[in-house]
T-cell receptor, first 115, second 113 residues
Framework: DADVTQTPRNRITKTGKRIMLECSQT?????MYWYRQDPGLGLRLIYY???????NKGEISDGYSVSRQAQAKFSLSLESAIPNQTALYFC??????????????FGEGSRLTVL | KQEVTQIPAALSVPEGENLVLNCSFT??????LQWFRQDPGKGLTSLLL?????REQTSGRLNASLDKSSGRSTLYIAASQPGDSATYLC????????????FGSGTQLTVLP
């Protein structure tokens, strides 16, 4: 089983719908991240969390919200999806002991299409 | 704001060829630079990490170099194989306390048998 699991892996939805992407990890890491990947733009940070009570905005947080339900779970919500949120979304984790290196462990991605 | 650029966006080479992928960054105040591999439909896998104080790192057929003063890193792949076909991304890690990664858009490599 993967150490970082994202669900769903693929989702097609309509404009205006609420969508939640979930991430769970078995690595015991304290830090979790949500990234978005668009063709030609690389990965951009949406939100990150250093522990259950800590939530921080990333580069492109507008239109998104997150919840850190437990150390192992970090969900990303789109309250009212719009077509330009069509992208590949990645969850990543890191451990405070290796955080200084910036080393991240990635899930396999959730492909979201908003029609 | 850090900006990371990777050229070329795509590269196709015959099997066995040695190749170089390029990564440039605008802010030389980085903590380290990392190279990742991404296979279609998969997440990112870390390949090499070069600390800001280092000049290069090697792992098997892969060698990554770092020149902070010129804002450049290269990933050298020796004796390429079809299994090396993937997208390669570099990421500059900020020297600030948050250790944020800024990713390039990647180079899509195809190694032809």
């Amino acid at each position: 089983d993967a150490d970082v699991t994202q669900t769903p892996r693929n989702r097609i939805t309509k404009t205006g719908k609420r969508i939640m992407l979930e991430c769970s990890q078995t690595k015991g890491h304290d830090r979790m991240y949500w990234y978005r990947q668009d063709p030609g733009l690389g990965l951009r940070l949406i939100y990150y969390s250093f522990d259950v009570k800590d939530i921080n905005k990333g580069e492109i947080s507008d239109g998104y919200s997150v919840s850190r339900q437990a150390q192992a779970k970090f969900s990303l919500s789109l309250e009212s999806a719009i077509p330009n949120q069509t992208a590949l979304y990645f969850c990543a984790t890191s451990d405070w002991r290796t955080a200084n290196t910036g080393e991240l462990f990635f899930g396999e991605g959730s492909r979201l299409t908003v029609l | 704001k850090q900006e990371v650029t990777q050229i070329p966006a795509a590269l196709s080479v015959p099997e066995g060829e040695n190749l170089v992928l390029n990564c440039s960054f605008t802010d030389s105040a980085i903590y380290n630079l990392q190279w990742f591999r991404q296979d279609p439909g998969k997440g990112l896998t870390s390949l090499l990490l070069i600390q800001s104080s280092q000049r290069e790192q090697t792992s098997g057929r892969l060698n990554a170099s770092l020149d902070k003063s010129s804002g450049r890193s290269t990933l050298y792949i020796a004796a390429s194989q079809p299994g090396d076909s993937a997208t390669y991304l570099c990421a500059a890690v900020s020297s600030g306390s948050a250790r944020q990664l800024t990713f390039g858009s990647g180079t899509q490599l195809t190694v032809l048998p």
